[in-house]
């Protein structure tokens, strides 16, 4: 089946979303340029100057079993917001449990949250500074070469930006795993 979509504000914070893409065999943008059409293969495996776009299934990682061997559960006091950010709160827990990002806890855990505020934009942040971070060993993956990542790059065609929307929340956890991610936000404890 091929579809073709009309998106009128392409500034947005999500273009297409995994479900969308997972519905549909191939996608159409009219872009209204000069050049040709461009075909991005899906399936392509590894061909050099072509890029292949997909819906990503992430396999959950292991993101807790590198924690210091005195770890216990730490619950840290409450915080008190002002009106604006206490309806923020409010909203923005109640938009990501319908989005099934959090769900409800029954932990020994519990961080708090607080409020960003970027360019015209609020964002909601879970501080685990005082709670599981305090236990968790650094885990040193070596970084690229600059020098090597610019190289490769040089040898493309085309180039492609892309600013993932609430990145973290796209990765799942372990059910085992997930309780270490407690936290606390509008009188109710989440994960």
Not at 140 to 148: C, G, M, R, Y
Not at 161 to 171: E, F, K, V
Request: aromatic share 8%; charged share 25%.
């Amino acid at each position: 089946m091929l579809l073709s979509v009309s998106i009128n504000n392409l500034c947005t914070d999500e273009i297409v979303g995994q479900e969308f893409l997972k519905q549909h065999s191939s996608v159409i943008f009219e872009m209204q340029g000069p050049e040709r059409t461009l075909e991005i293969p899906g399936s392509t495996a590894d061909l050099r100057g072509q890029a292949a776009v997909a819906a990503a299934e992430l396999d959950p990682p292991r993101v807790f079993e590198i924690l210091l061997l005195q770890c216990k559960p730490i619950a840290c006091r409450s915080r008190r917001y002002n009106q604006e950010d206490a309806l923020f709160i409010n909203n923005e827990t109640k938009r990501q449990l319908e989005a099934d990002i959090i769900e409800p806890a029954r932990s020994p855990w519990r961080a708090q949250v607080f409020v960003v505020n970027q360019e015209r934009k609020k964002r909601l942040v879970v501080d685990y500074s005082a709670t599981v971070s305090r236990f968790t060993l650094l885990d040193a993956h070596p970084l690229p070469h600059i020098e090597d990542l610019v190289n490769n790059v040089a040898q493309d065609k085309y180039y492609s930006s892309l600013d993932l929307h609430s990145a973290y929340h796209q990765i799942p956890l372990f059910s085992e795993e997930k309780y270490y991610t407690a936290f606390e936000a509008d009188d109710k404890r989440f994960q």
